[in-house]
Structures are given as C-alpha cells and as structure tokens.
T-cell receptor
Framework: AQKVTQAQTEISVVEKEDVTLDCVYETRDTTYYLFWYKQPPSGELVFLIRRNSFDEQNEISGRYSWNFQKSTSSFNFTITASQVVDSAVYFCALSGTASKLTFGTGTRLQVTL | ETGVTQTPRHLVMGMTNKKSLKCEQHLGHNAMYWYKQSAKKPLELMFVYSLEERVENNSVPSRFSPECPNSSHLFLHLHTLQPEDSALYLC??????????????FGPGTRLTVT
C-alpha cells in the first residue's frame, strides 16, 4: 500500500515570508509519480506540478520550487515571498505503477498582510 | 471556457430524494473521475471512467450510481442518501487511459448537504 503524509495541518505566515510545505511518501513501486495540487477557497483543485520517480532534479516555477529527494522519500514545496493569493489548501499526491492516486490530507496555508 | 464544469454548485437534499450531479470536461481527455472530499479526510476516489467504461469502483455504496454517456460527460446519480454523505463532490479528468500518471484537472465541485 502507498501512503502520503503531510504532517503540517495548518501554517500561517506573513506576506513576503518564505514557506515550505512538507510531503513524505511511502511506496513499493519503483516507478511512480508525485503531484502537488492547490485548492483555493473556490473549491477546485489546481494542478501545480508532476514529477516522476526517475527525475530528481529540483524544479522552480516563478515563486514556487519543489525539492524531490528519493533518499528521504520527500517531495517538499516552497513558496518564496508568499502572497495573500497563495492562501489555500495544498495537497501532495502519489501514483504508482500498481496503485491509484493517493492524496495526503493537505496543508492549509494562511498568508496574512 | 473553464476546462471542467460541475453543476449544481450547491445541493441540499433530503434522505428520500433523488438527484444527479453533472460534470462536463472540455479538454478532450479520456478519463473522468468522481471524488468525495469530507472535512478532515483525504480525498476519496469513488469512480473512474476510461473511454466511457467504468474501470474502478472503490467500494462505494449503491446509493451512488455513476453514468458516463460519452467521454465529455459524467453524472453521479444520488438516491436515499445519508447525512454522512454530505461533502464536496469533485469531478476530474485526465489524458490517462489506464493509470494515474497524468495530472488531473478538477471542477469546482458540488457542495452536497443531506438533511
């Protein structure tokens, strides 16, 4: 069975602070994919990134960056210079060769002025 | 036009009612999904359709009945629901035909309240 753990239930930061959302996963598959989704108050989950298990390069997209480390089974997400519009629930998810997509319980990020 | 639309956005129904949730995707995807999102629980995958064929049913009670008439439309028919079925029901689509390796695109959800 596979599992995704997002230990941080809720994080509050002040605008312009950097914040890292943690994601730790468990799987027996050698080929798998990791995802991050954002769920703003409007409800729909918005896809942010997909990473396969063979690509450990870190990725940066604007203020967003992702750190994938197979050695620690982690796929952490950092927002640099956070903004109020970043307030949302963020989900990490894992999909393996033999297993369906498993979501973590999410981290609620609150960015205040 | 947004990629995945869902109607209605909000629904209140009694336990003896019958209602349907509708989802439509405009992305040309092959797979569609229903998820249930309850407070303080991970997203629960309910059903998966690939090319209009149901490929997954995650032990969902029979009071939930999905229908996929074509690759762009997905319905969830509801009858004799229980209060614990109150939740946000999310529809999603993806290119994926047989697995879950592609990102999914979600609709805004239907907030269902069962009284």
């Amino acid at each position: 069975a596979q599992k995704v753990t997002q230990a941080q239930t809720e994080i509050s930061v002040v605008e312009k602070e950097d914040v890292t959302l943690d994601c730790v996963y468990e799987t027996r598959d050698t080929t798998y994919y990791l995802f991050w989704y954002k769920q703003p108050p409007s409800g729909e989950l918005v896809f942010l990134i997909r990473r396969n298990s063979f690509d450990e390069q870190n990725e940066i997209s604007g203020r967003y960056s992702w750190n994938f480390q197979k050695s620690t089974s982690s796929f952490n997400f950092t927002i640099t210079a956070s903004q109020v519009v970043d307030s949302a629930v963020y989900f990490c998810a894992l999909s393996g060769t033999a297993s369906k997509l498993t979501f973590g319980t999410g981290t609620r990020l609150q960015v205040t002025l | 036009e947004t990629g995945v639309t869902q109607t209605p956005r909000h629904l209140v129904m009694g336990m003896t009612n019958k209602k349907s949730l509708k989802c439509e995707q405009h992305l040309g995807h092959n797979a569609m999904y229903w998820y249930k999102q309850s407070a303080k629980k991970p997203l629960e995958l309910m059903f998966v359709y690939s090319l209009e064929e149901r490929v997954e049913n995650n032990s969902v009670p029979s009071r939930f009945s999905p229908e996929c008439p074509n690759s762009s439309h997905l319905f969830l028919h509801l009858h004799t629901l229980q209060p614990e079925d109150s939740a946000l029901y999310l529809c999603a689509s993806s290119q994926d035909r047989t697995g879950f390796f592609y990102e999914q695109y979600f609709g805004p959800g239907t907030r269902l309240t069962v009284t």
